[in-house]
Nanobody, 127 residues
Framework: QVQLVESGGGLVQVGGSLRLSCAAS????????MAWFRQVSGKEREFVAH????????SYADSMKGRFTISRDSAKNTVYLQMNSLKPEDTAVYYC????????????????????WGQGTQVTVSS
């Protein structure tokens, strides 16, 4: 089992910044990649960003490119999401997720490709 704990969410004004953290513990040795998703009540979970755990290559949803940066600290088993130039439409619950090596060929943007999820952290951008 793997446990994920997100932190760093909160209330921020338009144009502001937040840095989310996600600490992984447990059986993390089979981690292939980690990702951030977000979800607004009543809507499907949306892909935000992805990072390959070994090589560090990243990918982003189009609407986040240039504003969000995903990074990782392998020694701490922690992934981060730096969010800049925040907009009201970025308001959501943000979740981190782990994809194991057994699912490495699955599509990066689909929630079903990930094995474990955190509990989520609320981000609210006020105008």
């Amino acid at each position: 089992q793997v446990q994920l704990v997100e932190s760093g969410g909160g209330l921020v004004q338009v144009g502001g910044s937040l840095r989310l953290s996600c600490a992984a513990s447990g059986r993390t040795f089979s981690t292939y990649s980690m990702a951030w998703f977000r979800q607004v009540s009543g809507k499907e979970r949306e892909f935000v960003a992805h990072i390959n755990w070994s090589g560090g290559s990243t990918s982003y949803a189009d609407s986040m490119k240039g504003r969000f940066t995903i990074s990782r600290d392998s020694a701490k088993n922690t992934v981060y999401l730096q969010m800049n130039s925040l907009k009201p439409e970025d308001t959501a619950v943000y979740y981190c997720a782990i994809r194991s090596t057994s699912r490495r060929s699955w599509a990066t943007q689909f929630p079903m490709s990930y094995d474990y999820w955190g509990q989520g952290t609320q981000v609210t951008v006020s105008s």
